[in-house]
Antibody, heavy 123, light 108 residues
């Protein structure tokens, strides 16, 4: 079964760090661009970051550049989001989503989504 | 950065048809995708590449994209269609992926 399962969320103080994981099953992460998307409480979806299928290209939304790092462990078929210098406005459910396949383009849809993991930044 | 504009909410009676718009500058030059999100659940892709329906999505869902507006049409609306709907594109100029603000569909 093709699925993504996030973990690693929790409550963290402002300025601290947290690492999220996204475990893939039923397909190989190396074959797809994979995104992180977040959703603040009662708000809409916001794209956060993406890593290309070959891992050489990484893109971030402006508000997290220099603070968040996306990476991947191919052996574990797992995606990560290292978040540092966390701010209250980073509070959200963080979801990973499958993007474009090797044969596709960056314009392709997000066709598989995980259920998300909640991150709360509060003192 | 590229902006997508959606109406915050629409209401529709069961069995009727409703259309959700997604406005963006020359959006017809982009590939627009639509997602349905029910409370407490992950988003589900319902329309890709302007008008393609993924496997398992009812024919009642359809999409168009022209000029500065893309649209998602829900025909013969059912109670189970009540959800938030988001449009999304890739902005090549900024290499960023953009979502609209979302539209809450209420079935009366």
């Amino acid at each position: 079964q093709v699925q993504l399962v996030e973990s690693g969320g929790g409550v963290v103080q402002p300025g601290r760090s947290l690492r999220l994981s996204c475990a893939a099953s039923g397909f190989t992460l190396k074959s797809y661009g994979i995104h992180w998307v977040r959703q603040a409480p009662d708000k809409g979806l916001e794209w956060v970051a993406v890593i290309s299928n070959d891992g050489t290209k990484k893109y971030y939304t402006d508000s997290v550049k220099g603070r968040f790092t996306i990476s991947r462990d191919s052996a574990k078929n797992t995606l990560y989001l290292q978040m540092s210098s966390l701010r209250p406005e980073d509070t959200a459910v963080y979801l990973c989503a499958r993007g474009w396949p090797i044969s596709g383009t960056r314009a392709d849809a997000f066709d598989i989504w995980g259920q998300g993991t909640m991150v709360t930044v509060s003192s | 950065s590229y902006v997508l504009t959606q109406p915050p909410s629409v209401s529709v009676a069961p069995g009727k048809t409703t259309t959700i718009t997604c406005g963006g500058n020359n959006i017809e030059t982009k590939s627009v995708h639509w997602y349905q999100q029910k409370p407490g659940q992950a988003p589900v892709l319902v329309i890709s590449s302007d008008s393609d329906r993924p496997s398992g999505i009812p024919e009642r869902f359809s999409g168009t994209n022209s000029g500065h507006t893309a649209s998602l049409t829900l025909s013969r609306v059912e109670a189970g269609d009540e959800a938030d709907y988001y449009c999304q594109v890739w902005d090549s100029r900024s290499d960023s992926w953009v979502f609209g603000g979302g539209t809450k569909v209420t079935v009366l």
